[in-house]
C-alpha cells in the first residue's frame, strides 16, 4: 500500500472512529437520573473495559489526560450518583482503585445496547458480502487495536 492509500485509509478511519464517538455521544439511554458530561462517560467507559478487574485512580488519570484533582471530583460525583466504587487494599491503603458498581454495570450495559443496536440498524441495510467484509475488518480492527492483556 503507497503512503496515498494509507492517507486515505488513516482518513477513513477516524472518520469511522468519530461516527462512532458522536453515536456513544447521543445515544437514547436516559441519563436523566445522572449528573453525566463527556468526561464522567469517558470515566466509566475506562473503568468498564477492565471488566471485572479494577483500575487506579493514577491509570485512569493517565488514560484521560485530566488533572487528578479534576479526576477526583468526577469520581466523586460518580461515586455519588452509586455508578463506581472506591477500593482500598490494607496491603497499600495510599492507592485507590475504581471499578463499576452493579448499576454502573447496568447502566453501562443499556449505553452498549442502544449503540449496537444503532449500529446494527444501520448495517441492516447493507448487502450480504459487504457485511461479511464489514465483519472481518471489524475483527481485524479489534485484534490491532486491542490492548494487550484483554
Sequence with gaps: MDIQN??????DFCFLLLKIYDIFLEHPVDTGKYRMDSNAFRALCCISRCGASQISLTELTDRM???KQQLTRLVNDLEE?????????????????LALSENGRE???MV???????ITKGM?????EKLELLARAA???????QD???
Excluded: F, W
Design 139 to 145: 475483527a481485524m480492527i479489534r485484534e490491532a487495536l
Design 6 to 11: 494509507c492517507e486515505q485509509t488513516a482518513s
Design 148 to 150: 494487550k492483556g484483554e
Design 107 to 109: 447502566y453501562m450495559d
Design 65 to 67: 489526560h485530566i488533572a
Design 124 to 128: 441492516a441495510r447493507e448487502e450480504p
Design 112 to 118: 452498549k445496547q442502544s449503540v449496537q443496536s444503532s
Design 81 to 97: 450518583a452509586g455508578l463506581v466504587e472506591r477500593r482500598r487494599y490494607a496491603n497499600n491503603r495510599r492507592v485507590v482503585y
